[in-house]
């Protein structure tokens, strides 16, 4: 597979260390509140990322850590604690909040068919990691220690900025006015690793330290839970845009020096779902979730076909009239599908099922283009195959594309037959008298009517439009 490196800032071979094995890591949410749909763009992306390497043969481990400590609100060491301020809000302590909004998000990405990470860590779990690589870098010198909290010294490094594209300024992003400067930082760019003073007096988890009683930085999490579980050389690291800095940054910055060596090849980025009024937020407009987008009557696998339509590298603009029409599309696809399945007896055409096979994966080995990889869904349809052929292909892409496109199709059909099984004598007769004693506002009978025609394996029901019955 060739993909964007955003290390190298080129699309290149994607070469696993080790062949045949891939170990690949992502930054997991940071559990203070739901996740919104932009998040979960990220998510998704990745999730189509894992599963198609999967689906090239390679044996993927993938970890993901949850973020309960350390994230504060301007991504660098100022603002508030993310988690502390989920606690305050909903009064309650910050281990219940995480653990509530852990579970909220894998369900949200169980709506998505999102695949959880074979490894799952919280921060919270790994201190122990955090220490022993901290005082390790306290050892080489890469690591100082001021007014209290430990710091990582980036004028130690002969490269600071490997992404290029940023300074000292984009430090200052997100930030609020009048948050004082740190002034135990060496540089500007430097950043904690472990916190024992800090404006938040009140924050709950601490752990005993080497350095005092205190916690750790939010980017050092993920450097520790990477190396606990995929060793010391990772092939890919995942996340959204803004991860890229200061976050993984600071990720390579401290691995690196702790390691002697290069640590990660390869970083994909998932750039941002916005709004029309631009960054999506979840303090500002709308709270975009997918339960709200599920009260609205859309299925969340619309809102995964709507993101499979664009490409991961251009930030998509989210809107219900896009939705509307994303979810008018899948609908179609859906039908069409539905035929397909109807028709699929005979044999497979092995010859057009390879054809055909070879258009999607040229469509997602091709640094992940998800919209071509949907054409390639419409060729299948329009492929002058037999539907046997066609729905063995369709089973084959959704492995990674995980629509449930052939569950869908089956649904639909099986709600058609029913609307279009013809109704007994005996049950339409049953239906009368109940209209009748309904009417005659005598409802013990029509309860006992409806008792009768349910016991005949169909369900009478009051709709808007009239009585209305299927099959139970
Ligand atoms: P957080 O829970 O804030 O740590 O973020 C979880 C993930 O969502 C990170 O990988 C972020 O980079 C990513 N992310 C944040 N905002 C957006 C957005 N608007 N669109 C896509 N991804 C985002
Ligand atoms: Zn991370």
Redesign the pocket.
Known sequence: MKIYNSLTHKVEELVPNEAGRLSMY???????HY?????????IMEDVLEKYLRYTGLDVKRVMNI?DVG?LTSDGDTGDD?MLKGAKREHKTVMEIARFYTDAFFDDCAKLNIKTPDVVEPATGCIGDFIKVISSLIDKGYAYEAGGNIYFDTSKLKEYYVFGDFNEEDLEVGVREGVEADENKRNKADFVLWFTKSKFDDQELKWDSPWGVGYPGWHIECSCISMKHLGERLDLH??????QFP?HTNEIAQSEAYLGHKWCNYWF??????TNSG???KSKGEFLTVSLLEQKGYNPLVYRYFCLLSHYRK??VFSYENLDNAKASFEKLISRIAAVVKDAVGEVDKAEFARLKAGFDAALGNDLNTSLAITAVYDVLKADVNAATKLALIEDFDQVLSLDLVKQAKALNKAQEQENEEIPVEVNKLVEQRAAARRAKDFARADELRAQIEQLGWLVKETREGTKLSRK
Request: aromatic content about 6%; proline content about 3%; glycine content about 10%.
């Open positions: 992502t930054c997991g949410p940071t559990v203070y996740a919104h749909i932009g998040n979960l763009r990220s998510y973020t994230h993310k995942c996340g959204g845009i803004d991860n976050h980025h998932v750039h941002h779902l916005n960054k999506m937020s930030s998509l």
